[in-house]
């Protein structure tokens, strides 16, 4: 793959690929055995570059080329266009390579489909990106090299990934604060004058170059090709957490939500975030995969891995306020999605930002008084983007201690319990009508580790036990742990939490070892950089996830810890799932009308 710059061939005034390819997964649609996904390219072409696809198996057949034109969604300044390519695909029994080329292109690229009876092979990640740390930590971490990210690549080589899940922070818009354009703000100390603050317009101008050019940046082969090359050969499925906006977004007092400031970086934010994340616009949104919530900036994703496996990804930040991660409306717009996801799957992944299920931060919230030393950014195991990351500070957005806005950013804050335990509760119904195992997986938090919720009664059981929802929590796959004593006092801190008279929450203790083999006293998070590989089963019926830690800071290479899930057989429904050949129970597979050749 192509490593060392730009992917797009010199050709003149015939235009020039800033950012792309980007390649997305939408759908599976098994009534007609298409695969569904997008490519997204942001070049300065007056006229889209056709696409071309070619699908082969493994056995040697090849598929007629296949032509995709480009529709435009945006022009940036009337200058880059982002041109987003529809990708239907005919599956085969068979896995299938798909290589697809451009005109604009120096190569061809390639991503695995599956068989149409195989679930997907998939890699989770968060935080991706780097908080506004001094720059020779950030090369001591590997900045240049991204070395997670190269283990992946390996990886994918061996065993191809087949999607990447996105779970927030897929990059970071740290640096804002410090802009030029940003001084007027900066300057004025006095919040209540922030917050009626009118911006310039040289500032909204800045916003809106600020946040096209950080995505080309860390989105492009020429300033980050490691994570280009994964996006253009691994479909992504996205979801934002703040930092894709600015840190802590939503979690803010009413009147600075609703300042000039932060309505027009949201606006420009969520312009961005749609077009490189997803490729599409709030308005297209619902036609492109995706499930409106209460606001155009909110939309939620419930789609399926393959035949055995739902995945919901929950929009946390679009309609989110301090008291509310989503309203209630939409918790009833995408179970409405959970329910309609074909009868043959067997788990359900819940993709949330921040962690449902992770050590109370109980301790932090009685010392609010006295938290403008702290910063639960650090506390939490979040490195926060906008304050000293150490010592701690105000927030450089409102001037309240670090410490608030992160503890709002948590479930299991005080603010978001009532809705935490609902939307809990509503999947253990899910669980207990469909016979669906239930897994959570997070990321925001910088560490790694597993928790779980599960019944009292059937700890030995757990076959059978349709409250047991295994919760994986994976972070960051580039930005640095926090401090270990931290993390100390969170798992000290860790016991079994009571969720109903029945249902216990607890961590695992899954760190008895080091990536480097060393023995370790905090068993249950470990601050280690890492990422999430999962796959399906097909002999045992669970899912199993790999926590991949980085075994050296800034090198190459991880170390694997399992967390599987186990299937659930829950009444009638549950052993008639599992009695049932998969294949008797989906629709039988059509011929995909695309050609082939030898």
């Known amino acids: 793959m192509n490593l060392g710059g730009s992917v797009s061939k010199p050709q003149g005034d015939s235009g020039q690929v800033v950012c792309g390819p980007l390649l997305r997964y939408i759908e599976t649609d098994y009534r007609t055995g298409m695969y569904r996904g997008s490519c997204l390219i942001v070049s300065s072409h007056r006229r889209a570059p056709t696409l071309e696809i070619t699908l082969q198996s493994p056995s040697g057949r090849v598929s007629q080329p296949i032509t995709v034109h480009g529709e435009l969604l945006d022009v940036f300044r009337n200058q880059y266009s982002f041109w987003r390519y529809e990708l ?114 040289a500032m909204r101008d800045g916003l809106e170059h600020f946040y096209f050019w950080n995505y080309v940046k860390n989105f492009g082969f020429k300033e980050n090709p490691y994570v280009a090359t994964a996006f253009a050969t691994i479909p992504s499925v996205n979801m934002w957490d703040d930092h894709d906006i600015i840190d802590g977004y939503g979690s803010y007092p009413a009147e600075m939500q609703q300042a000039d400031m932060f309505k027009t970086l949201f606006a420009n934010a969520s312009r961005f975030y749609y077009l490189f994340q997803h490729h599409t616009t709030t308005d297209l949104a619902p036609q492109h995969g995706m499930i409106r919530g209460t606001q155009p900036s909110c939309n939620h994703i419930v789609t399926t891995l393959g035949p055995d496996i739902g995945l919901l990804s929950l929009d946390a930040r679009g309609e989110r306020t301090k008291f509310d991660v989503c309203q209630p409306k939409s918790y009833d717009l995408v179970m409405d999605g959970v329910y309609k996801l074909p009868p043959f799957i067997k788990h359900l992944i819940v993709l949330t930002g921040v962690p449902l299920i992770y050590p109370r931060l109980t301790l932090f919230e009685k010392a609010m008084d006295g938290a403008a030393g702290f910063n639960l950014a650090t506390i939490a195991g979040k490195t926060g983007a906008l304050g000293d990351i150490i010592s701690g500070s ?205």
């Not at 080329?101 to 997907?120: D, L, N, R, V, W």
């Not at 720059?135 to 283990?151: I, M, R, S, V, Y």
């Not at 002999?539 to 899930?565: C, H, S």
């Open 394 to 598: 105000l927030n450089k957005w409102n001037g309240d201690p670090e410490l608030l806005d992160d503890m709002n950013d948590h479930w299991t804050a005080a603010n978001h319990e009532v809705e935490r335990r609902r939307f809990i509760e509503r999947l253990q119904q899910f669980a207990r009508e469909r016979s669906v195992r239930v897994s959570f997986i997070g990321g925001d938090v910088h560490c790694c580790g597993a928790g779980r919720l599960y019944s009292k009664d059937m700890r030995q059981k757990e076959e059978g036990d349709p409250h047991l929802m295994v919760q994986i929590v994976s972070s960051a796959i580039v930005n640095v742990p926090p401090p270990q004593p931290l993390l100390a006092i969170l798992n000290q801190n860790s016991t079994y939490i009571t969720f109903n008279p029945n249902t216990e929450e607890k961590m695992y203790k899954l760190f008895t070892k080091s990536p480097n083999g060393n023995a370790r006293q905090n068993i249950k998070l470990m601050g280690a950089r890492n990422y999430c590989a999962g796959y399906y089963d097909e002999n045992t019926g669970k899912l199993n996830f790999w926590i991949q830690a980085e075994k050296e800071i800034g090198v190459k290479g991880t170390m694997g810890y399992l967390v599987d899930t186990p299937r659930l057989v829950f009444s009638q429904v549950g052993a008639r799932l599992y009695s049932i050949n998969k294949r008797d129970m989906m629709p039988p597979l059509r011929q995909g009308t695309v050609g082939q050749r030898t």
């Open 88 to 201: 239907r695909l005919p599956l085969s029994e068979e896995p299938q390579v798909a290589a697809y080329t451009a005109s604009c292109f120096e190569e061809t690229f390639t991503f695995h489909i599956p068989g149409y009876y195989q679930s997907m092979r998939f890699m989770f990640h968060s935080c991706n990106g780097f908080s506004d740390i001094p720059q020779e930590t950030k090369d001591k971490f590997g900045e240049k090299e991204a070395p997670l990210w190269q283990d992946v690549l390996d990886r994918h080589e061996v065993m191809p990934f087949h999607v990447l899940l996105g779970g927030g922070d897929q990059l970071y818009q740290d640096r804002l604060i410090k802009e030029e354009f940003m001084n007027p703000w900066n300057a004025e100390k006095d919040p209540k004058v922030r917050v009626a603050m009118t911006l310039t317009q």
